[in-house]
C-alpha cells in the first residue's frame, strides 16, 4: 500500500483519486482486521470468565482451541 502511494508522488499533477481508491481499500481491510480481532476478544475474554483452575485436563481455555483446532484440521485437509 505505501509503495503504490509512494508511487504516485512521481506523478504530481495525476488526479487523486488513485490515492484515495489506494486508502479506501486499505482502511476497509484495516477494518476487516479490526472486526476480526474484536471477535477473538470477546472469544477469549468469554474463555477466560470461565475458567475455573483446576487443572490442565479440566481446562476451559484449551477445550475450547482444541475444538477450533478440528474445526481447522477439518477444512484444511493437507
Do not use: F, W, Y
Not at 39 to 58: F, I, T
Request: glycine letters at 4%; hydrophobic letters at 35%; aromatic letters at 0%.
Amino acid at each position: 500500500m505505501i509503495r503504490g502511494l509512494l508511487d504516485l508522488t512521481d506523478r504530481p499533477h495525476q488526479d487523486c483519486a488513485a490515492v484515495d481508491s489506494i486508502a479506501q481499500r486499505h482502511l476497509r481491510e484495516v477494518e476487516r482486521r479490526i472486526a476480526r480481532l474484536e471477535a477473538l476478544k470477546v472469544e477469549l475474554d468469554r474463555m477466560v470468565r470461565q475458567c475455573e483452575g483446576g487443572s490442565v485436563a479440566d481446562c476451559r481455555v484449551l477445550e475450547v482451541l482444541r475444538d477450533h483446532s478440528e474445526c481447522l484440521t477439518d477444512h484444511n485437509p493437507e
